[in-house]
């Protein structure tokens, strides 16, 4: 069984710059996919970024340049670094995995049985 635990989070103005981070409890089976989700209320659900244990990368096109996914493995831990920060940014991030997977892309990210409890990311202009 794993469990994805989200501190962080936080508030910041534009322009500005926050981590998240997702620890992971439990063995990640590869081959694995992880990544993060974002919400706003009224708005459909948003792949952010995903990463496969082989450290292949996928990104939303509105993060391109801005966002950076990695992961320590020793430590168990997804980050997502994010730069540039823009109002537009605001929404509550979750982390997801999928593991057994050897595709890794938002669709099979979204159906994944494993999720954070989510945290929120506050932009303002």
């Known amino acids: 069984q794993v469990q994805l635990v989200e501190p962080g989070g936080g508030s910041v103005q534009a322009g500005g710059s926050l981590r998240l981070s997702c620890a992971a409890s439990?063995?990640?089976?590869?081959?694995?996919?992880v990544g993060w989700f974002r919400h706003v209320p009224g708005k459909e659900r948003e792949g952010v970024a995903a990463i496969n244990g082989g450290g292949g990368t996928i990104y939303a096109d509105s993060v391109k340049g801005r966002f950076t996914i990695s992961q320590d493995n020793a430590k168990n831990t997804l980050y997502l670094q994010m730069n540039s920060l823009k109002p537009e940014d605001t929404a509550m991030y979750y982390c997801?995995?999928?593991?057994?997977?050897?595709?890794?892309?938002?669709?099979?990210?979204?159906?994944?049985?494993?999720w954070g409890q989510g945290t929120q990311v506050t932009v303002s202009s």
């Open positions: 997801a995995a999928v593991l057994r997977t050897p595709v890794c892309t938002f669709g099979i990210l979204g159906l994944g049985n494993y």
């Open positions: 439990g063995y990640l089976y590869s081959p694995y996919c």
